[in-house]
Each structure stands twice: as C-alpha cells, then as structure tokens.
C-alpha cells in the first residue's frame, strides 16, 4: 500500500477526500525517489484509486516494467461532503464539533452529503481482501490516500474502528506491506516506511493541529 504523493490540496491546506487535485511541483520530486525505490522490485500488478494524485503516484512505481495500471473505486479517498475540497482552517475552525469529531473521535466522522468514516474503513478492507483473493502468491502494489491508508492500518493492528485516533497518518509516498497467508489473513510487515525520501522532502502539512495552529508542522 503506497500513499499518494503531496498533491496541490495538501499545499493549499485542503480538505481532498475525492476532489482530483494534481500532484505538486514536491510531489514530483517525491515519485522520483519514490520510483527509484522500487525500481528492482518484481510487481506482478499495479491498482490505483481513480484520483489523479494515485494514479501519477502508481505510473511512477510503474515506470519501466511494462505493467499497467489497473484503477478501482474501492480504493479512492471519502468523500467529505460538505468539507469537501475547502480549507481546513476554514471548515473545523468554524465548528468546534466537527473539529473535535476528526481530531478525537475520527470513527464517528460522517459529514453531511459525505461518506462516513465507518464506510470507508469497511470499503477499504473489502477492497484490499479482494485483492488479496485475486492475487494469490503475487506482488501487488496499490495506491490511495491517508484517510483509507489510516482505516486499513487500524483494522490490521486493532481490528476496531474505535482505535483509528491511536493510528499514525501515513506521509506522502510512504509504503506499508502486507502479506496474506493462503487463507487470505493479514500480516503487517511494515507499516509508514518512507526511507526512500530524504527529511527536507516530507511534507509537514498535511495535520489538522497544524492547520488549526498555523504550524507548518
């Protein structure tokens, strides 16, 4: 599982979810190391969600080993809804409720015209079982978004919802493995590795308290 690379919502300060915003001038910068580290890897398949900042993130992985992209919809970013594509500071900073609901209670995170947080932990791990089941004894790189990337890592660890505020938002272009037994369950190997990325290329932007503080932490 590959996050996606820093994309312009995350450099404007941007609630993405499902809004297909393009990668950055850093985001590219990122594929490019990115790309580098797998580049000796055997990929048997590649998945991306539809949303551009995936898909440019998946090409890179991509790159010279003559496999395509396959794109799915199970691995695309909620939908906000109402915070949908609007700035952080603007959207949490004017309702206090809403803020607290994503920074303490992100579980319950259901924005009006949305979808709920609930969902998209349920969809994302469908989604990566049905890869699993499909590809058996193969290497299979996907790419999606923290918000799903977050759902997935706290079903594997805790198997409860509830315990997705004790889980680490992954950075742009970290990687997190994988392996499903024949039997199709779960190991984690690793979780968040960005070693492929030198410090000064992180991005330090993309957290709520950031945004609320005005920290480019």
């Given at each position: 599982?590959?996050r996606?690379?820093?994309?312009?919502?995350n450099?404007?300060?941007?609630?993405?979810?499902?809004?297909?915003?393009d990668?950055?001038?850093?985001?590219?910068?990122?594929?490019?190391f990115?790309?580098?580290?797998f580049?000796?890897?055997?990929?048997?398949?590649?998945?991306?969600?539809?949303?551009?900042?995936?898909?440019?993130?998946?090409?890179?992985?991509?790159?010279?080993?003559?496999i395509?992209?396959?794109?799915?919809?199970?691995?695309?970013?909620?939908?906000?809804?109402?915070?949908?594509?609007k700035?952080?500071?603007?959207?949490?900073?004017?309702?206090?409720?809403?803020?607290?609901?994503?920074?303490?209670h992100?579980?319950?995170f259901?924005?009006?015209?949305?979808?709920?947080?609930?969902?998209a932990?349920?969809?994302?791990?469908?989604?990566?079982?049905?890869?699993?089941?499909?590809?058996?004894?193969?290497?299979?790189?996907?790419?999606?978004?923290?918000?799903?990337?977050?759902?997935?890592?706290?079903?594997?660890?805790?198997?409860d919802?509830?315990?997705?505020?004790?889980?680490?938002?992954?950075?742009?272009?970290?990687?997190?493995?994988?392996?499903?037994?024949?039997?199709?369950?779960?190991?984690?190997?690793?979780?968040?590795?960005?070693?492929?990325?030198?410090?000064e290329y992180?991005?330090?932007?993309?957290?709520?308290?950031?945004?609320?503080?005005?920290?480019?932490?």
């Open positions: 599982m590959v996606h690379c820093e994309a312009m919502g450099v404007k300060r941007l609630f993405q979810g499902s809004s297909d915003f990668i950055s001038e850093l985001g590219a910068i990122q594929l490019e990115l790309s580098k580290r580049q000796n890897t055997p990929i048997d398949r590649i998945y991306s969600s539809p949303l551009k900042r995936a898909v440019k993130t998946a090409e890179a992985i991509a790159k010279n080993k003559g395509p992209v396959e794109t799915l919809d199970g691995l695309k970013e909620l939908h906000g809804g109402i915070v949908e594509g700035p952080f500071a603007e959207v949490f900073g004017s309702d206090a409720a809403l803020a607290d609901t994503w920074d303490n992100p579980q319950d259901a924005p009006e015209g949305g979808e709920t947080m609930k969902s932990y349920k969809r994302i791990w469908e989604t990566v079982k049905e890869i699993a089941k499909s590809n058996k004894d193969k290497t299979v790189v996907c790419t999606s978004h923290g918000g799903v990337i977050r759902c997935l890592s706290c079903r594997l660890k805790y198997g919802i509830n315990r997705l505020k004790d889980v680490a938002w992954s950075e742009n272009t970290a990687v997190s493995l994988i392996e499903f037994d024949s039997s199709l369950n779960p190991s984690i190997i690793y979780l968040n590795n960005h070693t492929h990325l030198p410090e992180l991005n330090q932007k993309t957290r709520l308290a950031a945004f609320m503080k005005g920290s480019a932490k």
